[in-house]
């Protein structure tokens, strides 16, 4: 297993945490800026009282409904005492056309007939009679005149309170009118304000999650320059390490015997190899830990191991899962890898493999928990969790990147 060095890692992945934790905290530091929950807040409000608008306006339309059914009604017994009015007036045209016309044969046959009639009685008692007959036809006369007159009179003032209450009927239709188009005007200005809110909601939700994604693509970014930088400093020190006993092995000749060309001394556990040195005798034995090179990348095998977790894409989490129907995270690397529904290792396994100076698609992103496909850009396709699905994310702040070495 190579060598790591943890202290460097921990330093990166310091920075890292600090960068993110800076980016996420600048909208709202000196400012005071307002956040998408803000504005979610301001057009619930809004909304909220849009919907009190919405009803009030309702209520000022059923108010303006009944209004004109009231002006109808009014219009109608309006309209109905005008009929009677007409009606009454008929009437009395009629009685008085009569009158003139018994007025106008008693001018034209003067009063004859009248003197006729009481002249010509018999005896008293038919002229008494007689004369009773005549008065009773002028009086039903007379009060048939009056009567109609006075019904004309009475539908007159109930002609004049009808329109009186017409006016009112419409003066209140106009005023319901007019409160409708107040409470539709005003739910349309809370319409607007509402939905000026949401935008700006939405469009800060936008914002946040770009600044989001563009904070943990470059903490991920961040975390696989660091896997990196690892790679690339434990590969100068092995290869360091390795120069530095060829060339003392090269340089003298051990000799155990005390020949020429190097010096032993056992007692004080020195052997001079012709400039290297190893203390054999005094006390502590130092041993080079050689660090296995990086295996080689190959863009084929790279791209169809990503392709292959590319069509796994939205398959479900399933713990212990190796496919087809679903995946935990080793189980998808596993066939990512070979093509075939199979276990390669554990997170353990993959922690042992060399990690790469180089990380390129297809390579395997891991920590001692947690593995995916490395597709580039500081992005994975792995198998997050039980409930999600095999989907792209950042590389996660703890991995490193590592290549199969077969």
């Known amino acids: 297993m190579k060598r790591r060095i943890p202290g460097a890692r921990k330093v990166a992945l ?3 945490s600090v960068a993110l934790a800076a980016t996420m905290c600048v909208p709202g530091a000196a400012f005071a800026q307002p956040t998408s929950a803000d504005k979610l807040a301001e057009a619930q409000a809004a909304l909220a009282t849009l919907n009190t608008m919405r009803q009030q306006a309702d209520e000022a339309s059923a108010n303006y409904g009944r209004a004109l059914e009231q002006q109808a009604e009014a219009e109608a017994a309006h309209q109905d005492c005008l ?3 007409d009606d009454a007036n008929e009437e009395i045209s009629a009685i008085q056309g009569k009158l003139s016309s018994r007025a106008h044969s008693m001018y034209k046959e003067g009063s004859a007939s009248i003197l006729d009639l009481l002249l010509g009685a018999s005896t008293w008692e038919e002229f008494a009679n007689n004369w009773d007959l005549l008065m009773s036809i002028n009086q039903d006369d007379s009060e048939m005149v009056n009567q109609t007159k006075e019904l004309r009179a009475e539908i007159e003032a109930q002609e004049a309170e009808a329109a009186r209450q017409e006016q009112i009927a419409t003066e209140n239709a106009n005023a319901a009118a007019q409160a409708e ?3 539709r005007s005003a739910e349309a200005t809370m319409q607007q304000t509402y939905d000026g809110l949401s935008a700006e909601a939405a469009e800060l939700l936008a914002q946040e999650e770009a600044a989001q994604a563009a904070a943990e693509a470059a903490a991920a970014a961040s975390v696989v320059e660091a896997s990196a930088q690892e790679a690339a400093a434990a590969q100068a020190a092995g290869n360091s390490g390795n120069s530095g006993n060829g060339g003392s092995n090269g340089g003298g000749t051990v000799d155990n015997g005390g020949s020429a060309g190097g010096a032993v001394d056992n007692g004080s556990g020195t052997v001079d190899n012709g400039g290297g040195t190893a203390n054999n005798g005094g006390g502590e034995s130092y041993v080079e830990e050689t660090t296995p090179s990086q295996p080689s990348y190959s ?5 169809a191991i990503v392709d292959r977790a590319y069509s796994q894409m939205g398959k479900p989490y399933v713990w212990g899962g190796v496919g087809p129907d679903g995946f935990d ?4 690397v ?3 890898l070979t093509g075939s529904y199979s276990r390669v290792g554990t997170t353990y396994t993959y922690m042992a493999w060399p990690q790469v100076s180089d990380p390129q698609p297809g390579d395997i992103c891991t920590s001692s928990y947690h593995c995916g496909i490395y597709i580039g850009g500081g992005q ?3 198998a997050p969790q039980t409930g999600d699905v095999v989907k792209v994310a950042p590389v996660q702040g703890d991995m490193i990147i590592v290549r199969c070495p077969w």
């Open 83 to 85: 009929d009677r009015i």
């Open 329 to 332: 995270c080793s189980g998808l």
């Open 299 to 303: 863009a084929s095998t790279g791209n």
């Open 334 to 336: 596993g066939y990512a």
């Open 181 to 183: 188009a107040d409470a």
């Open 14 to 16: 310091c920075g890292i």
């Open 380 to 382: 994975m396709i792995h």
